[in-house]
């Protein structure tokens, strides 16, 4: 297994608590030795490497002695595992989305007979699995689907939502910053619907959720391909979404508009004498602007002005502290604010949410379910999002090691022989579903 990040951390208690039954032996390995050793915790059946994932003989040496490989990378080194997975004939598991990296390596897999599955996580994976699941049981009593939308959010647990964002960093903060830079495309009452980067986070709708009060929605990435993924190319709306409270939407629009999330280099982190300087510079190229106060007095809409003062400041934007020394763009140094502002504490609960809405006729009649899962974490170790993004790959291991799932090629969960016995595991770890 590669990485030993946040999302990593209930998958590596899965897998050493299943070695124990199967006599599996789990090697670790991450840049970081004492994270892989810390996540392990001394287990007998755990061992902790650490080297450069760019190490091609290390790699190679770690993944040819593997039965099976599991990247929990960033995306953009999936890559690396692949091409070893392949060149030795190992089956690959990743939560991550199907890239077209991944893609040009599908005629070889296929030829080797061997099993990559990919979008295994939650968002990408749980949602694919229980919509299929839902998708199958309206089609099989015949009824036909006339609008799909599913949303999901990692959020906090209302319990420890303290901040004027009502959110803390739960996964990889780098995808927080980048949240809808590639737009996003949809279906709505029959019409394809493209919004741009700059439109993603305005005017969001919102939804109810039972107990917990309104989330705003934000379509996500490119939802049309996987309308003909899940058979619904004749719905007339098809949309994936993520959720967030809608504070944070309002104060990410502004976060955008300002430049914070570029990617434009800075010239290095000494650039600038503190955040406030950077920001300050930042405005000044859009507005024109040269204080905190004038931006906020000027550019922030009136009934925006007194949350987006409490957002900034808690983001500390106008403080003197210094930029990190090694950021080269906006996008880094905003990441560093995020990790070190919204960072959980240890008591901290987060929150995962999701929801599949969908309308469908059967008999001349038109019909609307909902099905919603609620998972709350433990700990900010033990978060919701470790158990919902590591538990699906843990399970799906396990599965294909017992030859319980025996299919080959390059796959995400929307087959009923991968998703039914996810899902029945699932439920055991209490991860399921209601209809409302």
Known sequence: MFGAGKSATVLIRYLLDQSVYYRWKLTVVDADLSLAQSKINGHNNGTPLSFNISDARERAKAIHDADIVISMLPPALHYLVAQDCVAYGKNLLTASYLDEQMRKLESEINRKGLLFLCEMGLDPGIDHMSAMQLVQEIKDRGGIIKSFISHCGGLIAPESDNNPWHYKITWNPANVVNAGKTGAVYKHR???????????????????????GSYA????????????????????TFMRTTLRHPDFCTGWQYIIEAGLTGHEPTMGGGKFSSVADWFNHCIYQRYQLTSFTGYINDIVAEK??????????????????PV??????????????????????????????????????KNNRLYSTKSCMIVKGDDALNTAMAKTVGLPVGIATELILEKKINLTGLKIPVTRDIYEPVLIKLKEKEIKFEEL
């Open 217 to 236: 929605y934000y379509p996500n990435r490119d939802s049309l391909g996987y309308a003909t993924l899940y058979g619904l190319e004749t719905a007339h």
């Open 190 to 212: 029959g019409a394809v619907t493209e919004k741009s980067y700059k439109d993603i986070f305005k005017n969001n709708q919102t939804v109810d959720i039972a107990g917990l």
């Open 304 to 321: 925006d002005r007194s949350l987006l003062k409490k957002q900034l400041e808690f983001l500390q934007l106008n403080g003197t502290q």
């Open 324 to 361: 990190p020394a090694l950021a080269a763009s906006s996008a880094d140094i905003l990441q560093h604010q995020l990790e070190t502002t919204l960072k959980m504490q240890q008591d901290d609960r987060d929150m995962i949410i999701m929801l599949h809405e969908i309308d469908y006729e």
